[in-house]
């Protein structure tokens, strides 16, 4: 029997219950929220009714997606110490979004980026921009948590083939669209909470029984890891020195995840659930110390899987290192906590890509339909509410479709590209509006729709595309480009466009920079829980 089929073959039926029980209460939970969602605040920030504290838990239900939980995991158990880098990365990015971002936007923003950007530019422009790059980060995380349902399907329910796993990845994305067309914002929030709620405690579940099988011992685990695969496993360079350009791609890949998290719109967008800035601050708190938990868990988890399945039975399976921590619950707990694990990772898929679809349907609706198209002159209940869900559906269809095509790559790796588009098309434009008084609409433009182009063609021309056995397009060969995420060049050179731009435009409101400056840093003015 090959290890493909034995993981399948542990209990599909025992997978398929555990999931559809979670499935079943979320909806209830949803369908209960959904009561109270009348007007675009309620829709967009659930009417900012959160505590710091339930919002500090949703954005770690957000953030902590089929990345962090298979793709970290996996890199560990496989690269060793190169794969917590991951991690690393992951965790630094939140001080970035703490100390320069999170309790500034929440005083000058309503509901999405465009909104910060707007308040002192001219708006149809620059909503069409902040609303362009929202869609294209969301759409690359969108691929990295479908190609997770793909993946976990095919260990998880014996559905080896292309064809069963197009139709799981299908079924997730039309879960997924009822969760934000039923719930709106509040009933997603509650979805993360409680998938942030069962992720933890499954982590923290694996991590005491991989420890306790090791005499609560780390280093009698890594010795483990060590006698499995050698000494290597704990050495720098095992992905990050093999070649030339490597070096240099892990640097370019840690200037990513750290810059890219606080331009994450997902996660920007949840500093406006919250009812104060003072809030938005403890939830940052509370996310940092969440993550940062499980963070901790994933290197017990990573080292365990290497340890007790090994590297090369990792490597073998279907989703190959994304697999290793369902081949861990497997191999600790049998079928039963297999497919509670099983459960709690389609859960993460489920809730955050509810939460990157919500993100993006509001940026379309309010940006571009509501201030663009109709120059602010919508009825938010009926027109604006209403198009967000219109777009929802075709944001799942499309990412349906993006997560086929892209169902057998690494998924933290997909992330990582998400991350630099983010560093690159937002960052910038948010810092400069937040702390430099003479950027203007100019500056904006250049920043956001510079930086998306030069990310994107640099991801499409480099070996993550094209050019090795492990590429997107396997088959294909127009890799110029030598680095596997692109934010090294990315990023600086967004910073740059914002900077000629802006002195290339006279345009400048230097009371409208004033007002935001008061009311940024104060909270002055800022946005209460209405729909206006």
Do not use: C
Not at 458 to 473: D, E, R, W, Y
Request: hydrophobic share 55%; proline share 3%; net charge positive.
């Amino acid at each position: 029997m090959t290890l493909a089929a034995g993981v399948a073959g542990s209990s599909p039926a025992l997978n398929i219950s555990i999931f559809a029980l979670f499935v079943v209460i979320t909806l209830v939970i949803v369908l209960r929220a959904s009561r109270n969602t009348k007007t675009a605040s309620d829709y967009y920030a659930a009417g900012r009714a959160f505590t710091g504290p339930q919002n500090g838990i949703a954005i770690a239900g957000d953030y902590l997606s089929a990345a962090s939980f298979l793709g970290i995991a996996g890199a560990i158990a496989v690269y060793g110490y190169d794969g917590f880098l991951y991690s690393i990365g992951f965790l630094v990015a939140w001080l970035v979004a703490l100390l320069l971002v999170a309790e500034l936007l929440r005083n000058t923003g309503k509901f999405t980026m465009g909104d910060v950007l707007a308040f002192r530019m001219r708006q149809r422009p620059v909503r069409a921009a902040a609303a362009t790059s929202t869609l294209a980060v969301s759409f690359f995380y969108l691929l990295a948590q479908m190609a997770g349902a793909g993946i976990l399907v095919s260990l998880l329910l014996g559905v080896s083939s292309g064809l069963g796993q197009s139709v799981v990845i299908a079924v997730v994305g039309v879960v997924m669209i009822i969760y934000v067309l039923v719930g709106g914002m509040k009933g997603t929030t509650w979805v993360q909470i409680i998938k942030a709620v069962l992720l933890i405690a499954g982590a923290a579940l694996m991590t005491v029984w991989v420890l306790g099988k090791h005499g609560f011992d780390l280093s009698a685990l890594l010795q483990g890891a060590v006698d499995r695969s050698g000494e290597k496993i704990l050495d720098p360079g095992a992905r990050y020195g093999a070649t030339g350009t490597s070096k240099i791609d892990f640097l370019s890949l840690g200037l990513a995840l750290v810059l890219g998290t606080a331009g994450l719109p997902h996660v920007l967008m949840r500093f406006y659930t919250v009812p104060t800035a003072k809030e938005a601050r403890r939830s940052v708190v509370w996310a940092i110390a969440l993550i940062g938990l499980f963070y901790l868990f994933t290197l017990v988890l990573g080292y365990g899987a290497n340890a007790l399945v090994g590297a090369d039975a990792i490597k073998k399976a279907p989703g190959s290192e994304n697999a290793a921590a369902p081949l861990l619950a497997l191999e600790l707990g049998g079928p039963v906590l297999l497919g509670f694990i099983a459960a709690v990772a389609f859960a993460t898929i489920l809730a955050v890509v509810a939460g990157l679809t919500i993100t993006a349907s509001a940026s379309f609706a309010h940006d571009i339909y509501a201030n663009v198209i109709k120059k602010g002159k919508v009825d938010t209940r009926n027109g604006e509410v209403r198009v967000a869900r219109i777009t929802a559906v075709v944001i799942g269809a499309v990412a349906i479709v993006g997560g086929i095509l892209a169902k057998n790559q690494n998924v933290a790796f997909l992330v990582a590209l998400a991350f630099a588009v983010a560093a690159s098309a937002n960052l910038p434009t948010i810092l400069y509006s937040l702390f430099w008084k003479r950027f203007n609409t100019s500056g904006a433009l250049w920043s956001i729709y510079g930086g998306l182009a030069i990310t994107i063609t640099l991801i499409v021309f480099s070996p993550a595309v094209s050019g090795t056995p492990k590429s997107m397009l396997p088959h294909a060969d127009f890799d110029w480009f030598p680095l596997q995420n692109p934010g090294l060049v990315s990023i600086p050179a967004s910073f740059l466009l914002g900077i000629v731009g802006t002195l290339l435009s006279k345009e400048h409101d230097e009371r409208k920079h004033a007002e935001m400056e008061v009311r940024s840093l104060t909270g002055a003015g800022a946005e209460k829980a209405t729909a206006h």
